[in-house]
C-alpha cells in the first residue's frame, strides 16, 4: 500500500492500470492465480470474502500496479 501510495495511487481504477475488464479478469484468473476466469465473477467474489465484484476488481487492479510499480523499480534498481 505504501508503494502505491508514495506515487499517488491511493485509489486505483481502471485509467491508472490501463487494462479494461476483459484483460483485467484475464491476467489476474489465468497469470496471477492460474485458474481459469470464473463464469460468474460475483458469486466467485462473494464466495472469496469480497462484498462483490466491484471489490474484487479494486483488489485486482491495486495487484496489477502494485507489480508494475515494483517491478519498473526492481528494474531500475539493477540498471544503477
Same mark, same amino acid.
Given at each position: 500500500?505504501?508503494?502505491? $501510495? %508514495? =506515487? #499517488?495511487?491511493? %485509489?486505483?481504477? +481502471?485509467?491508472?492500470?490501463?487494462? #479494461?475488464? !476483459? !484483460? @483485467?479478469? /484475464? ?6 492465480? #492460474?485458474? +481459469? =476466469? +470464473? %463464469? $460468474? ?14 471489490? @474484487?476488481?479494486? =483488489?485486482? @487492479? /491495486? ?6 510499480? !515494483? #517491478?519498473?523499480?526492481?528494474? /531500475?534498481?539493477?540498471?544503477?
Amino acid at each position: 500500500a505504501r508503494l502505491l $501510495n %508514495s =506515487v #499517488g495511487l491511493e %485509489s486505483t481504477g +481502471p485509467e491508472e492500470a490501463a487494462l #479494461g475488464d !476483459e !484483460e @483485467l479478469w /484475464r491476467w489476474f484468473f489465468t497469470e496471477r492465480l #492460474g485458474r +481459469p =476466469v +470464473p %463464469s $460468474n465473477l460475483d458469486r466467485y467474489a462473494r464466495g472469496a470474502g469480497f462484498s462483490g465484484v466491484d471489490e @474484487l476488481r479494486r =483488489v485486482a @487492479l /491495486r495487484e496489477h500496479c502494485f507489480l508494475r510499480l !515494483e #517491478g519498473g523499480l526492481m528494474a /531500475r534498481e539493477r540498471e544503477a
